[in-house]
């Protein structure tokens, strides 16, 4: 059995101007899109440079400070608090988590690499949950299963198409050849 795969060129990939209804939920996508990429780009600035939100300027990450030591350190509860705080303030695990906030963040602003992005952002979030478990006030529901979900539908909509890059991005030839990276 052979799967087909549809050439990408800008005539299959641009929003279509559909219905006033369409219109809008390609706008509201495009919003949440920007709006969750600014969370994750967000969190790494301030993590880099300790802007006093979440992260004290003596802590941030281009003074010495690492973005994992804390929270691992001191914020996780439940089943995988030996694996997680035994991988506190590892570089490799500074690191993995700075170019993913910053990767992911990115990549929603600019509406590229969406399915990428989707996936990473995902599984870090994933990994988030699983430090805090049992979440505080459910039994097993708390936002970072809610916005891996959300990146999931932005990924499957190519929410990167409206007020992004999106378009651009899957004309190029490396993306054509490998649509995974749309």
Do not use: C
């Not at 030996?82 to 963040?105: E, N, P, Q, R, S």
């Amino acid at each position: 059995m052979t799967a087909t795969i549809e050439r990408v060129t800008a005539e299959n990939t641009a929003p279509k101007a559909g219905t006033a209804h369409q219109r809008a939920v390609r706008y509201i996508l495009a919003g949440t899109r920007l709006a969750l990429g600014w969370i994750f780009l967000w969190a790494f600035v301030d993590k880099m440079f300790g802007l006093g939100m979440a992260t004290e300027s003596k802590n941030a990450w281009i003074n010495g400070g690492s973005p994992t030591k804390g929270f691992l350190t001191f914020g996780v509860t439940g089943p995988f608090k030996d694996l997680y705080t035994g991988i506190a303030g590892a570089a490799w695990a500074d690191w993995l988590f700075m170019v993913g906030l910053v990767g992911i963040g990115v990549a929603l602003l600019l509406g590229i690499g969406m399915r990428v992005a989707a996936v990473a952002g995902g599984l870090l979030l994933v990994l988030m949950w699983a430090a805090v478990l049992p979440p505080e006030n459910n039994p097993f529901m708390d936002d970072h299963l809610i916005y891996a979900a959300v990146l999931a539908v932005l990924a499957l909509v190519n929410a990167g198409d409206t007020w992004g890059l999106g378009r651009v991005w899957a004309t190029l030839p490396i993306v054509r050849r490998m649509p995974w990276l749309r």
